[in-house]
């Protein structure tokens, strides 16, 4: 028999223990094992629950039970996550987690702790909830040299986004709705600020080039600056505007963003509505590859947290291979003020752009695309800097500048 610790028993915890119960044979065909939940850590009591004899409020109870051999995280947040983490990894237990947070910020360091006591630590669904994509990265792909990611890695936003666009719905209002469904928490704040994104993106971004840079290092923009009519502006063009995680080695150095970007409807990503998320992987063998399914929800992230039991369980004897990164330093991150791409702005209409392309060429370059719609400009050019398209915007009023992926 193999037992197992829960830490943490709200959505993915309770959904967790929801999954190892009602699949328990379908696993333990796949291993050959018996499993057991043996405990669940929460502060909280959970009268009338079917595991509510589970629950216990000492941490210490796991870390000390040498029956416990897997630990599933899944309490969010930084501490005492990490601390719990890093404990049972030195205790010689595999723990396995959704809390991207933890692994943004410390995965380097609990990945080799895990690797000097012989045993796992494994994130599978820290990124994209219930989609498969860090052991395809680091298994299926590992003859590949990946070059790009792009990934829709927020469901709440990219839920506002499709709304705004579908419907011409307001943030605000669709932000409430967002809420009302259980989409978006009370304080939003993480999902909409791209705070949540940016800890993906780094996690990705340290698989793939093999240096974990601080999601503190990189540039963040969320949605909440985006309005109605940037999205209508953009559609006519032919783009949808999504939050996008983007990643990419740059003169040997790691790129790493998250920020509203117009996608053009032949990118497959532009498809991707609703909570759904999606990312896309270039690498130099295979081209283009993409993952596509809920990146969040209970069972699908639960889903993904016991294909990580199984993979613990299964390389018991300490033969799995964990993901290898190291910490990066400044001279690993490439400066953002030097990235270009193609722009999309938007302004209030002036005498000196909005007469015709030809007049706002003098101002923004070579551009493809142009109109007028009602008092606003908007406008594609070819590619820019960040230090330059943030002088236009300086210059212009109510001047708004989105990159094009």
């Not at 050019?381 to 330059?388: G, L, V, Y």
């Amino acid at each position: 028999m193999v037992n197992v610790a829960i830490l943490g028993f709200g959505v993915v915890g309770s959904g967790v223990a929801e999954v190892l119960t009602q699949n328990k044979s379908i696993i333990e065909k796949k291993l050959d094992k018996e499993i057991n939940i043996k405990y669940i850590l929460d502060l909280r009591e959970f009268p009338g629950n079917p595991f509510e004899s589970l629950v216990i409020h000492d941490f210490n109870i796991i870390l000390n039970d040498p029956e416990v051999s897997v630990v599933a995280e899944m309490m969010g947040g930084s501490h005492p996550a990490y601390d719990f983490s890093k404990a049972c990894l030195e205790a010689g237990k595999s723990v396995v987690t959704s809390n991207k947070e933890v692994v943004a910020n410390f995965g380097a360091e609990l990945l080799e702790i895990a690797k000097a006591h012989g045993v796992a630590y494994l994130f599978e669904a820290s990124v994209g909830g219930g989609i498969p994509i860090i052991r395809p990265m680091c298994n299926d792909l590992a003859s590949n040299n990946i070059t790009e990611i792009s990934g829709i890695l927020n469901g709440t936003t990219n839920y506002i986004l499709t709304k705004m666009t579908t419907e011409g719905a307001a943030f605000a209002d669709v932000l409430k709705d967002a809420q009302d469904k259980g989409y978006a928490e009370r304080n939003p704040a993480a999902d909409v600020e791209g705070l949540d994104a940016a800890r993906k993106i780094v996690i990705l971004a340290a698989l793939a080039f093999g240096k974990s840079i601080s999601p503190n290092d990189i540039y963040v923009e969320g949605i909440t600056n985006i309005a109605t009519s940037d999205v209508e502006m953009a559609n006519g063009f032919g783009y949808a505007i999504k939050l996008i995680g983007h990643a990419k080695m740059v003169d040997g150095k790691i790129l790493a963003m998250v920020s509203p970007r117009l996608v053009p409807h032949s990118n497959p990503l532009s498809g991707i509505n609703g909570v759904f998320n999606g990312i896309l992987l270039g690498a130099d063998m295979v081209g283009e590859v993409m993952f596509y399914g809920p990146g969040a929800g209970k069972l699908p992230t639960a889903s993904a947290v016991c294909a990580d039991i199984v993979d613990a369980i299964a390389h018991a004897d300490g033969s799995i291979k964990l993901p290898e990164f190291k910490i990066a330093d400044a001279s690993d991150i490439a400066d953002v003020e030097s990235y270009s791409c193609k722009r999309f702005f938007v302004f209030d209409k002036c005498p000196e752009c909005a007469l015709d392309s030809k007049i706002a060429e003098k101002c923004f370059g070579p551009i493809s695309n142009f109109a007028i719609y009602g008092d606003k400009v908007a406008l594609i050019t070819e590619e820019m800097s960040e230090k330059n398209a943030a002088a236009l915007c300086a210059k212009l009023n109510g001047c708004k500048a989105y990159r094009l992926l």
